[in-house]
């Protein structure tokens, strides 16, 4: 690691362990300074741009990329991030900043901390490049959907029993999240099919190799078949609450293992 990209890392890492801090401790009850949404966005704008630059460097200094487990992790916290910010001048996304950011702290450690794989792509390889863009887009957007599922049962469990806590108090309406939680997984399905059949129909053009029947291939396919029933079962069945919540975790978690868990067998016990 050059000495330029060091000093930008250990910036970002702070600037997102002090941002985590923060949202959490007023998650607890435990003050430090007081909420300023426009500072605070702005400040996540700033971390973000900074992330970026992170993420590029090593790739424009090695014309290369190389996508392990911390890397990809790093990728997808700051694609999660830059959803929820670009999302929240439209959309009242509150609450979500509380777990992605210090998601994206954790992320960029282990992009640190965990070895590279050998196995590098060339930038000017379009085919992956657009493949991996649109795969990344699709397993965030699904993710701040199964972020979105878990605060709605939080939220509804907190209702349920009386004892509205401190994080739900600052929700928006459960109808309002679920509505947001199926705009984002029908964006999501629909990218995730276009990774599905960029990576099955022109995989020696994307990997340079035909595609192959892998546990990855039935994970995502699968996850893929869940998403599909749910937006289905959601339009001609009318299915909400609960129901949606379990569909969409049960969803994501086969995505996980498709993609985050495939990847960490091959780096680190198949390798």
């Given at each position: 690691?050059?000495?330029?990209?060091?000093?930008?890392?250990?910036?970002?890492?702070?600037?997102y362990l002090g941002l985590a801090v923060h949202y959490l401790g007023h998650w607890r009850g435990h003050v430090l300074w007081p909420r300023q949404?426009?500072?605070?966005?702005?400040?996540?704008?700033?971390?973000?741009?900074?992330?970026?630059?992170?993420?590029?460097?090593?790739?424009?200094?090695?014309?290369?990329?190389?996508?392990g487990l911390g890397t990809a992790l790093s990728l997808l916290s700051w694609m999660m991030l830059l959803i929820f910010?670009?999302?929240?001048?439209?959309?009242?996304?509150?609450?979500?900043?509380?777990?992605?950011v210090p998601v994206a702290f954790v992320a960029v450690l282990l992009a640190e901390i965990l070895p590279l794989p050998r196995n590098t792509y060339a930038v000017n390889d379009?085919?992956?490049?657009l493949h991996m863009v649109v795969s990344l887009l699709a397993y965030s957007l699904f993710a701040i959907g199964a972020l979105i599922a878990i605060l709605m049962l939080m939220q509804e469990r907190a209702l349920h029993e009386r004892k509205p806590g401190r994080?739900?108090?600052?929700?928006?309406?459960l109808m309002v999240m679920e509505n947001l939680m199926f705009q984002t997984l029908g964006t999501g399905f629909l990218l995730l099919t276009a990774s599905l059949a960029s990576g099955v129909l022109f995989s020696e053009e994307v990997f340079g190799k035909p595609a192959v029947f892998s546990h990855k291939t039935v994970f995502a396919v699968t996850s893929w078949l869940v998403f599909g029933?749910?937006?289905?079962?959601?339009?001609y069945r009318g299915w909400r609450g609960r129901m949606a919540i379990r569909w969409t975790l049960?969803?994501?978690?086969?995505?996980?293992?498709?993609?985050?868990?495939?990847?960490?067998?091959?780096?680190?016990?198949?390798?």
């Open positions: 690691m050059s000495g330029l990209l060091f000093i930008l890392v250990t910036l970002l890492t702070f600037g949404s426009g500072i605070e966005h702005s400040l996540l704008g700033a971390l973000l741009l900074l992330h970026a630059i992170v993420l590029t460097l090593p790739v424009f200094h090695s014309g290369t990329v190389s996508l910010w670009t999302g929240s001048y439209f959309s009242r996304m509150e609450g979500l900043q509380t777990f992605l379009v085919a992956f490049l994080l739900s108090g600052k929700l928006p309406p029933a749910l937006l289905v079962g959601r339009k049960g969803g994501f978690a086969l995505l996980l293992l498709a993609y985050i868990g495939t990847k960490a067998v091959m780096q680190f016990v198949l390798h």
